[in-house]
């Protein structure tokens, strides 16, 4: 079984940063291990749906963004450390979350990932 661990998450002001780590562990019932999954990070605000903040493929070729994190977040792994960070410069209020880390066989942006992490508090002061 895939496990994802989050870490880094935090309290902040607004225009500082934060640099979220996820830990990958073990493989997928099919064989697949962290280097043959797509790695997202989506996000939880009180009262909304979890929505999609940025991917990147499996050898990091690609990546997608929300509109509202670009230019601000930065989506990065290192297949070797079976790790995936995302890097949020220029935090603000609305950035504010529960971030969670996932993994996919397949490059999507909707929250039907096969694997998720616990989550990680974000919470970016005025």
């Known amino acids: 079984q895939v496990q994802l661990v989050e870490s880094g998450g935090g309290l902040v002001q607004a225009g500082g940063s934060l640099r979220l780590s996820c830990a990958a562990s073990g493989r997928s019932a099919s064989g697949r291990t962290f280097s043959s999954f797509v790695m997202a990070w989506f996000r939880q605000a009180p009262g909304k749906e979890r929505e999609f903040v940025a991917a990147i493929s499996w050898g990091a070729g690609t990546t997608r963004y929300t509109d509202s994190v670009k230019s601000r977040f930065t989506i990065s792994r290192d297949n070797a450390k079976n790790t995936v960070w995302l890097q949020m410069n220029s935090l603000k209020p609305e950035d504010t979350a529960v971030y969670y880390c996932?993994?996919?066989?397949?490059?999507?942006?909707?929250?039907?990932?096969?694997?998720w992490g616990q989550g990680t508090q974000v919470t970016v002061s005025a």
């Open positions: 996932a993994a996919h066989p397949v490059f999507i942006t909707t929250p039907k990932y096969d694997y």
